[in-house]
């Protein structure tokens, strides 16, 4: 069974910082692309940042505020988050997705973690 559980989310002050954690089982790990997205209310999910055979992106509006990163050793990936702004508030999934075969004949898996709320206000 798989599952992706996030943990770290919570209520901050503007200009604090959290760190989100996921902690992934079911899946051979180090082979899955993981992500963050997040979801305001009445807004759609957008994708905050990537990370992927070392490489990371991220979303403009968090470029320079957040980093994501992962330990395949612990399963593990976690999304640091400085400098947070109200308009950061918002629920944040992990996402896990891998995609293999030929482009006409690919197997894609993909999960999703529950969702923490990160709540930012003064």
């Known amino acids: 069974q798989v599952q992706l559980v996030e943990s770290g989310g919570g209520l901050v002050q503007p200009g604090g910082s959290l760190r989100l954690s996921c902690a992934a089982s079911g899946i051979t790990f180090r082979t899955y692309a993981m992500s963050w997205y997040r979801q305001a209310p009445g807004r759609e999910r957008e994708l905050v940042a990537a990370i992927s055979s070392g490489t990371t992106n991220y979303v403009e509006s968090v470029k320079s505020r957040f980093t994501i990163s992962r330990d395949n050793a612990v399963i593990m990936v976690y999304l640091k988050m400085n400098s947070l702004k109200p308009e950061d508030t918002a629920v944040y999934y992990c996402?896990?997705?891998?995609?293999?075969?030929?482009?006409?004949?690919?197997?894609?898996?993909?999960?999703w973690g529950q969702g923490t709320q990160v709540t930012v206000t003064s």
């Open positions: 996402y896990a997705i891998r995609v293999v075969g030929a482009p006409l004949n690919s197997e894609r898996s993909e999960y």
